[in-house]
């Protein structure tokens, strides 16, 4: 099917078409597996596999020092300088080992301590050793795909995404249905292998005729360029992580595992509909904030972009609320503890989204102090008010978190923001 006239000249366009059908087919298949698991495992396991899915995203993180957005970054500065971009792979390798050992050999040494921290439970310690070992294709698949997304090769890296994530779909449900949530954990913990091979075989020929490996030499060049990344990493993915993981852990000991899971289920839901905006920021938001040097434009983009998303998020958010128990009965049958969960997380959603405009000035013009402490912050509200609101509200108390947290997160972002333009105004001034 041939894509129309203004959405093939419009590379944006293009972009977010072929993104939108890859993220259609997965919301699909999502849906399915999620039922599937649901059905079989219960509350509980669903629970548990949304700690072992935090902790292969904080591995995503340390096996690689958190360098992902910095290959990001000069793979697309140096595309077209071949020796240049050999180099920032090749300190993103040497990143990656020194990565992979430590992160291997912690989880190998303290699989008993971390299946009884995570799962309060010494069965699931061969999961960690299983990790141990599968970190490294953790770690090249990670940097691999980072070089993916620097050479803006959308076509084969939704290609990747959808098979790799077919392929992993299709393990998770042999494993189901052959050793049950054993089979399940073991799949997801192998998904990162899937996707390495994925890539290799998809995108192999091309990462070899812009990295030349013939004269590959491991090098710390790029290293303090890229431990910048490291700390934006650290507090983007790996302590995010740990909090999600940290309260479900609450949840879990505080009330019960079943608790657990219907937090877990919500918040499924809430991340697939929010990747819709996560595409939108990264296509549009950061390359617009890029190019603005003043707060008049910067105000005036904002507005405009406000007028022009938040009705149509408010929209869906509305109908998300009001069809919540049939999507529960779709999804997630008998999970009726979910649905008091709906109205704050939704809420906090929307808050989180009008906050996250105005936050992606901090990438856009590099404001890694602004982006850690703004982080920092949202982070810690979340895990404080989670421990307060839990012993009066129960799981409910989880989700009042969530919006509480943005509200005052929206406050500081706007501050920061302030903060920085006055900073502007006074050098312009000089």
Known sequence: MKLPGFIKNNIVLKITSLNAVVIFIRLIVSVFIQRLLAVTVGEAGIANIGQIRNILAMLSSTSTLGTFSGVVKYVSEFKDNRPELTKVFSSATAFLIIGSVISSLVLFIGADYFTG??????????????????????????????????????????????????????????????????????????????????????????????????????????????????LMSF???FLINFIELEIRTIV?????????????????????????????????????????????????????????????????????????????????PNFLGMEPLFKWQLLGDFIRLCALVLAYQFLAKKLVKSFVITE??????FYVLTKIFIDTYGTE??????FVRYIIYLIVVIIFVQIYYKRQSKIDAL
């Open 252 to 332: 879990t000991e505080d009330i019960n595992i079943n608790e657990a899971g219907y937090w877990t289920a919500i918040n499924f839901i809430s991340k697939n509909y929010m990747v819709f905006a996560t595409g939108l920021f990264t296509l549009y938001v950061l390359p617009r904030f890029a190019s603005i040097n003043n707060r008049t434009d910067f105000n005036k983009e904002v507005i405009n972009i406000y007028k022009t998303i938040l009705p149509i998020f408010f929209a869906g958010m509305v109908l998300v609320y009001l069809l919540r128990n049939y999507i529960i009965e779709l999804i997630y």
């Open 397 to 402: 108390g989880v989700v009042i978190a969530h």
């Open 117 to 230: 921290y995570v799962f309060d439970s010494t069965e699931y310690s061969y999961v960690f050793k299983l990790l141990a070992i599968i970190v490294p294709f953790i770690a090249f698949s990670r940097i691999i795909s980072g070089v993916v997304s620097g050479l803006s090769d959308y076509k084969k890296y939704a290609k990747i995404e959808l098979i790799s994530y077919l392929l992993a779909s299709l393990v998770l449900v042999i494993g189901l249905y052959s050793y049950n949530l054993d089979g399940v954990i073991i799949a997801i913990a192998i998904a990162p292998i899937i996707q390495l091979v994925t890539l290799i075989l998809i995108f192999g020929k091309t990462l070899n005729r812009y990295v030349k490996f013939k004269n590959f030499k491991l090098n710390l060049g790029y290293r303090n360029s890229l431990l910048a990344f490291t």
């Open 376 to 381: 920092l912050i949202s982070l810690v509200l």
């Open 235 to 237: 507090v983007s993915a």
